[in-house]
């Protein structure tokens, strides 16, 4: 899962992020069962900064962006494969 920051607020002055989430990941063999590979995790960051910084089709630029138009200023990659729910 990625995790990018905007500069902008919901209406109740909350700050907006957008996400990304990454299916057939895989965790470090030998090491703990939910942690990233490495290797994976750099692919992951630089593919989600290129969307920060653009895609470009020679006429038009194409930036990571939510359905009201806030654009990702930053990211932050997950480190975890699984997504973890604690019992209360």
Same mark, same amino acid.
């Given at each position: 899962m990625? !995790?990018? #920051?905007t500069d902008q607020f919901s209406t109740r002055n909350?700050?907006?992020y957008l996400y990304s989430w990454f299916h057939s990941v895989h965790n470090i063999q030998g090491?703990? +069962? =939910? *942690?990233? $590979? +490495? $290797?994976? !995790?750099?692919v992951i960051d630089t593919y989600s900064t290129a969307w920060i910084t653009g895609f470009s =089709?020679?006429?038009n630029t194409y930036h990571r962006a939510g359905p009201?138009? $806030?654009? $990702?200023? *930053?990211?932050? *990659? #997950?480190p975890v494969v699984r997504h973890r729910d604690f019992r209360s």
């Open positions: 990625v !995790k990018f #920051s909350h700050p907006i090491g703990p +069962s =939910d *942690t990233l $590979a +490495s $290797a994976q !995790k750099t =089709d020679g006429t009201r138009g $806030a654009v $990702a200023l *930053t990211r932050t *990659t #997950s």
